[in-house]
């Protein structure tokens, strides 16, 4: 996909229209703007992202939210398989195995 593709995708949503759901980049970024508003409104208070991030991911609610769905969605546990098969494979490409 090139950046016009992206662009019109945006702008699409952007002024009411649909966008195809197995996009899977678009549906990455929308999930982090989500996210990314989360943690904000909730420790706005902190300084930048990373201190941000760890707050929310100690937060107990978020834990037991966590849990919950590890719990009780698959697609949920899947993600979260994915992502960290994803992890291993970029940790093994960074050092050279």
Same mark, same amino acid.
């Given at each position: 996909?090139? *950046?016009?593709?992206?662009?019109? @995708?945006?702008?699409t949503?952007? &002024?009411?229209?649909? %966008?195809?759901?197995?996009? %899977?980049?678009?549906?990455?970024?929308? *999930?982090?703007?989500?996210?990314? #508003?989360?943690?904000? &409104?909730?420790?706005?208070?902190?300084?930048?992202d990373?201190?941000?991030?760890?707050?929310? #991911?100690?937060?107990? @609610?978020?834990?037991?939210?966590h849990?919950?769905? +590890?719990?009780?969605?698959?697609?949920?546990?899947?993600?979260? %398989?994915?992502?960290?098969?994803?992890? +291993? %494979?970029? &940790?093994? &490409?960074?050092?050279?195995?």
């Open positions: 996909m090139n *950046v016009e593709e992206i662009i019109e @995708k945006w702008y949503l952007a &002024s009411g229209g649909d %966008i195809e759901r197995g996009d %899977i980049f678009f549906r990455f970024v929308a *999930v982090w703007v989500a996210f990314n #508003a989360l943690y904000t &409104s909730l420790y706005g208070d902190e300084v930048g990373f201190n941000q991030i760890r707050s929310f #991911a100690g937060n107990p @609610k978020a834990i037991d939210w849990r919950e769905l +590890v719990r009780c969605d698959s697609d949920y546990m899947r993600a979260i %398989i994915a992502n960290c098969f994803a992890c +291993v %494979i970029m &940790s093994a &490409s960074a050092h050279g195995s």
